[in-house]
């Protein structure tokens, strides 16, 4: 195993450049990395600090800075310790700016400016947090998407996650013998999607939920029969209603929200064309 250390620069809130680094080192097997994340870095007495902090613990650099000055501060000591610098954005800016004929606005975090989006995506969060795991289910009709399944099925990172993506999402848990909300069958504006899982998977991350709570129950939620027929019974649910079904046994939240933003392309194209 290969260890390093990792600087990530950004004069925001470095989501851009983290995300970056993490698809980057994905793809590498046998490293690790010890992240260094500079963030909100605008002035020159913040980049000593980051300079510092590179000087201590020399490592690759990757960053995203608008401004000139603090660029070529962070470029020179990279040099100096000869170690990586890259600009995670300039490729795609460069390009994009030589397609559209025009420069960019170069305002640090404007990405994360008070717009209406910005709010759309707060209103989504605050929706998300209210309507998780079954509650104020009497207003599923103002959701965008909601998500059935058994427990443990990931319904709750996914639906933060596409809240994220300015989508009003809500879950509630399939649980065996357990009545779900009439309102389900009756839902007209969201898209609802059933999520299922391997019966062996299921089993193993419900034990190490059970470990990380110091839980030693050894009862219906963990129990191998009883999962398999959760499955089951679930997916016949899914099947009746006729709702998507995505598998989550080998897919990350992001991909899962993926599908159901493709789910939705889909649905608003059919909606087009029928008028």
């Known amino acids: 195993m290969k260890h390093f250390h990792l600087h ?6 470095g989501e851009t450049v983290s995300s970056v680094a993490r698809a980057t080192l994905s793809q590498f097997e046998g490293v690790e990395a010890e992240e260094h994340l500079w963030t909100l870095v605008r002035t020159r007495s913040q980049m000593e600090k980051v300079i510092a902090g590179i000087e201590e613990h020399p490592g690759p650099v990757l960053y995203t800075l608008v401004e000139a000055d603090l660029r070529e501060m962070l470029r020179a000591v990279c040099a100096r310790l000869s170690q990586p610098c890259v600009a995670v954005l300039s490729a795609a800016e460069a390009e994009l700016s030589k397609y559209l004929g025009a420069k960019t606005s170069a305002l640090p975090g404007r990405q994360h400016q008070l717009t209406e989006d910005y709010f759309s ?31 443990r099925t990931s319904k709750s990172p996914t639906c933060v996650y596409l809240a994220y ?90 991909e899962t929200a993926a599908t159901i933003l493709q789910y939705l392309q889909r649905r608003q194209e059919r909606q087009e064309q029928t008028g």
């Not at 990530?8 to 809130?13: A, E, K, P, Y």
């Not at 309507?131 to 965008?144: C, N, P, T």
């Not at 998507?244 to 046994?249: A, F, L, S």
Request: aromatic share 4%; proline share 6%; glycine share 4%.
């Open 8 to 13: 990530l620069v950004s004069d925001s809130t």
């Open 121 to 151: 995506k707060v209103d989504a969060i605050n929706f998300a947090l209210a309507h998780d795991d079954g509650q104020a289910h009497w207003d599923l009709e103002d959701a965008d998407v909601v998500l059935v399944g058994p427990s």
């Open 165 to 254: 993506k300015g989508l009003k999402s809500a879950n509630v848990p399939f649980v065996l013998n357990c009545q779900l909300p009439p309102i389900l069958e009756d839902l007209k504006k969201p898209l609802v999607v059933g999520l299922t899982i391997s019966p062996d998977r299921l089993q193993q991350i419900r034990r190490m939920r059970l470990q990380s709570i110091k839980h030693e129950d050894d009862s219906n939620y963990v129990d191998s029969e009883h999962i398999q027929r959760e499955i089951d019974e679930s997916r016949k649910l899914f099947h009746r209603h006729r709702w998507p079904v995505i598998d989550v046994t080998k897919r990350s939240v992001e």
